[in-house]
């Protein structure tokens, strides 16, 4: 059986307040007390002038990776569609906050919920 499938929902979630470019090596700390000599260069090239860090400025964590993707996923919920709705949880991510269980089901976790599938990628 084939069904025709659409995104209809999309949602994101950036943590804690933007952070310029001039203040990421107090967040994120000095190459042997130096500044980096690459930054300008690289943010010349690269022309991102915030960005977002899920730490706070003792360079604690502020939220795991699964913290991050369940607060966007709460956010495609509204009285039309409801978390019990959901069928099957895909995650995919670059950097899980560990191997074992995998990311989608530490998200899954995170969102408490029902059985669901889940299917989760990395790499």
């Known amino acids: 059986m084939n069904r025709s499938v659409y995104i209809t929902r999309l949602a ?20 042997n007390g130096q500044p980096s000599k690459a930054k300008p260069l690289i943010l010349r ?9 899920a730490l706070d400025k003792d360079g604690q ?10 607060v966007a996923i709460t956010k495609l919920f509204d009285s039309d569609f ?21 990311h ?3 998200v899954h976790g995170e969102l408490g919920g029902h059985a669901i599938e889940i299917n989760s990628t990395t790499g």
């Not at 409801?82 to 995998?102: H, M, N, R, V």
């Open 12 to 31: 994101s979630f950036l943590p804690n307040e933007p952070i310029s470019n001039d203040q990421m090596e107090s967040i994120l700390g000095l190459i």
């Open 45 to 53: 090239n690269n022309q991102i002038k915030k960005r977002y860090y």
């Open 61 to 70: 964590t502020t939220h795991t990776n699964a913290e991050l993707t369940k």
């Open 82 to 102: 409801d978390l019990s709705k959901l069928e099957i949880l895909s995650c995919g991510t670059t950097t899980p906050d560990q191997l074992l269980p995998a």
């Open 104 to 106: 989608a089901a530490m």
